[in-house]
C-alpha cells in the first residue's frame, strides 16, 4: 500500500510540474523580410506575447482570454497591420508601427486594461474599444 501511494505522489508531482508552466507562457516572435506574419492564441492568466516585424506588408493578431495578460507589437515597414484582443481583468496592450499605411485595432473587456500605441507614416488607422472599468487608452498618430 505505501509502494503505490508513493507512485501516485510521485506521478502527481510530475504532472502538476507539468501544468504550472501553461499558467506562465510567453511567446517572443521576431521577423524580418517580406510579408510575413504572426499571430498567437492564449487562454489562463499571466500569459504575455511579444511580436517585432521588420519589414513590408507584415501583420500581427493577437487574442488572450484571462488575466494580468500583456500583448505587445512593433512593426516598421509599409502596410503593416496589428490586431490585439483581450478579454479579462488588467490586461495590457502596446503598439508600435512606423512607415506607411498601417492599421491599428485594440479591444479590450474586462477591468484595468490599458491600451497604447504610437503611429508614424501615411494614412495611419486606429481603433480602441474598452469594456469595463479603470480603462486607460492612449494613441499618437502623424500621419500625412
Not at 508531482?13 to 510567453?26: C, E
Not at 517580406?34 to 493577437?62: E, H, L, T
Not at 506607411?100 to 485595432?105: L, R, V
Amino acid at each position: 500500500m505505501t509502494r503505490k501511494l508513493i507512485i501516485a505522489t510521485a506521478i502527481a508531482s510530475i504532472l502538476a510540474g507539468m501544468s504550472a508552466p501553461a499558467m506562465a507562457n510567453s511567446i517572443h516572435i521576431q521577423q524580418w523580410g517580406w510579408a510575413n506574419s504572426a499571430g498567437g492564441d492564449q487562454n489562463g492568466y499571466r500569459n504575455r506575447v511579444g511580436v517585432y516585424q521588420d519589414g513590408r506588408r507584415n501583420s500581427a493578431v493577437i487574442r488572450q482570454n484571462g488575466r494580468a495578460n500583456l500583448a505587445v507589437t512593433g512593426q516598421t515597414g509599409n502596410r503593416n497591420h496589428a490586431d490585439i484582443l483581450q478579454n479579462g481583468r488588467g490586461n495590457q496592450a502596446g503598439v508600435g508601427q512606423f512607415g506607411n499605411n498601417h492599421s491599428s485595432i485594440v479591444t479590450q473587456d474586462g477591468r484595468g486594461n490599458v491600451a497604447a500605441g504610437v503611429q508614424v507614416g501615411n494614412g495611419c488607422s486606429a481603433d480602441v474599444r474598452q469594456a469595463g472599468s479603470g480603462n486607460v487608452s492612449a494613441f499618437v498618430q502623424h500621419c500625412h
